[in-house]
């Protein structure tokens, strides 16, 4: 089992303000554990270096995980930009069965996990609406807040390998872009059903990695011909995932769950959001900026992994150049976020 590391700590004003009363989180690391051992260590300053390692200007994880993106401060302010566009996308940070599994419980702790937590926004926004809650992000890099809200913890963590909690705990798994760190989603899916309770949640969020012009546009089957620039560079980032054993599975994940038949009232979504400013629609045009935006750091973001898969910095920079200025000057593209929840049967 992986040790699971927390990495927070009290400002000096809210260790004074918190003399003499526990951290309910940290109460439980115990309950948590599923040996019942309270088995953590606490990450100090001196140790965060040993997490990454810089390659190509940029800096990467330095665990076994195999997500290909850096974990530095342009990448974290694309992660919160796209946390962000999320939100205003469907209008919340979850879909509608969650509130009311939530719901305060007078006779039991009520618990949520986040995998591959990152900059550890989306945990944060929900334990100020949930204060009642008791919430865990979970990640390979230590780039959450080092100053958590009293019922958050951060730690360290593959999410590849087995979870260190007991059977049942958790109402509320959240996964939210965790397609690029893992080989085979359906393999964490055992883990996620273990750790879930009977009538609990489990949603997950992913956006295509691609670009497609929207169903009803008279060019929905010929992105190909009518955005080559962009068609190539998914080509080329999808080749080079797959060559380091990354299947991106985003629309196969509703089949994920029905094929393990531990989920109930299984419900996918997907919703359309424009890349740059070429829709009627105010709002749409406001999603579009930002869409365009996290695209185009995504773009310089994988740079270094396809240098490091074997093409020449010159095609790379080429085939970047010409994506970004295709999203930017071809009306009709849309990205896809496909969300997708199931009631844990029992």
Not at 100 to 127: F, S, Y
Not at 295 to 322: N, T
Request: charged share 20%; glycine share 6%; with cysteine.
């Amino acid at each position: 089992m992986p040790t699971a590391v927390p990495y927070h700590r009290n400002s000096d004003n809210e260790s004074e303000a918190s003399e003499g009363h526990s951290n309910p989180a940290e109460d439980d690391y115990a309950e948590f554990s599923r040996d019942g051992s309270p088995s953590l260590l606490e990450l100090e300053a001196d140790d965060f270096p040993t997490y990454f390692t810089e390659r190509e200007g940029r800096l990467f994880h330095s665990s076994t995980s195999p997500y290909p993106l850096p974990a530095d401060a342009p990448e974290q302010e694309r992660l919160k930009g796209i946390h962000a566009l999320a939100n205003q996308l469907i209008g919340a940070n979850y879909t509608s069965p969650v509130s009311n599994i939530l719901a305060q419980d007078p006779n039991r702790q009520k618990n949520v996990l986040d995998l591959c937590t990152g900059t550890g926004t989306w945990v944060m926004e929900m334990a100020e609406d949930f204060p009642h809650i008791l919430f865990t992000g979970i990640d390979i890099v230590p780039i959450a807040t080092r100053y958590p809200l009293p019922n958050v913890n951060f730690e360290i963590g593959d999410i590849t390998e087995e979870l260190r909690w007991q059977n049942a705990l958790f109402d509320f798994v959240h996964a939210r872009g965790i397609s690029l760190s893992v080989h085979d989603y359906r393999a964490i899916l055992p883990e996620v059903i273990r750790v879930l309770r009977p009538g609990g949640i489990f949603l997950s969020c992913e956006w295509d990695l691609g670009v497609s012009f929207h169903p009803d546009s008279p060019h929905a089957t010929e992105t190909a011909l009518h955005a080559p620039a962009s068609t190539q560079f998914y080509q080329v980032l999808n080749a080079a995932l797959e060559s380091r054993g990354i299947r991106t599975v985003m629309s196969q994940i509703t089949g994920y769950l029905h094929e393990s038949s531990a989920f109930d009232d299984i419900q996918p979504n997907a919703f359309y959001v424009p890349v740059g400013t070429w829709h009627d629609n105010p709002r749409m045009q406001d999603l579009g900026r930002g869409f365009l935006a996290t695209q185009s750091r995504l773009a310089d973001s994988v740079k270094p992994f396809l240098k490091q898969v074997g093409h020449p910095q010159a095609y790379v920079d080429g085939l970047v150049r010409e994506f970004v200025e295709e999203l930017r000057t071809t009306d009709g593209l849309v990205g896809t976020y496909r969300l997708v929840h199931g009631i844990k049967s029992g």
